[in-house]
């Protein structure tokens, strides 16, 4: 499979646990985006890198939680101090720059987190 | 504030209709929109874009409409298949080159298909 994955698929985890995802993009894009989605509501933007740089971050992207691609390839999203309001699907997708394929996205199948 | 929303939540059709699908933008500034598809437990998946000096867009058995008028888009679904049943977005970009272009999506539409 050459697509998008992340790991885990679900996580359950107490309040005030830390916790933290991995994203592997498509081997050639160089780039990644983390989104979050609560159920029944669309994605919504948290941060992009191009290669290891991050060079945007939503306001959603509260103190709490920090991204890496240390290496440009994969990518982690961490969050500390877990709150129940962080309970969403965890989505990373890439993307290739170039001429045709200036916006298009490609997902993984995202990571469940369950803050209880 | 500025957003992407749908104007239904869920749609039913049966097996062998046309489906459409309709979507609200109010960001006259937008120059590119996708249609995405996401089934129960996977990531959306790209069905077809479309950019804003273009009215109409065809790929397999699915077509956009952009109507910059009245800031509308729609997905056209022709001869809906029991594997079309899914949530579908509709996004725009809000971004720039420092965010990669990242998307706004609004709360899509779910589709349901019956036999």
């Not at chain 1, 979050?36 to 509260?62: C, D, H, I, M, V």
């Not at chain 2, 049966?14 to 120059?31: F, L, R, T, V, W």
Request: with cysteine; charged share 20%.
């Amino acid at each position: 499979d050459t697509g998008v994955s992340q790991d885990p698929r679900h996580k359950i985890t107490k309040r005030g646990q830390n916790v933290t995802f991995r994203c592997d993009p498509i081997s050639e894009h160089n780039r990644l985006y983390w989104y979050r989605q609560t159920l029944g509501q669309g994605p919504e933007f948290l941060t992009y890198f191009q290669n290891e740089a991050q060079l945007e971050k939503s306001r959603l992207l509260s103190d709490r939680f920090s991204a890496e691609r240390p290496k440009g390839s994969f990518s982690t999203l961490e969050i500390q101090r877990t709150e129940q309001g962080d309970s969403a699907m965890y989505l990373c997708a890439s993307s290739q720059a170039g001429a045709l394929t200036l916006y298009e996205q490609y997902f993984g199948p995202g990571t469940r987190l369950t803050v209880t | 504030g500025e957003s992407v929303g749908l104007h239904l939540p869920t749609l039913s059709v049966q097996e062998g209709d046309n489906s459409i699908i309709n979507c609200a933008y109010s960001n006259s500034a937008s120059d590119y929109f996708i249609w995405y598809k996401q089934e129960s437990g996977k990531g959306p998946q790209f069905i077809i874009d479309i950019r804003s000096n273009m009215d109409k867009r065809q790929g397999q058995r699915v077509t956009v409409l952009l109507n910059k008028t009245v800031k509308h888009l729609s997905l056209q679904i022709a001869a809906t298949q029991p594997g079309d049943s899914a949530v579908y977005f509709c996004a725009e970009n809000i971004g720039s080159s420092n965010s990669g272009y990242a998307l706004n999506f609004g709360k899509g539409t779910s589709l349901l298909v019956t036999p």
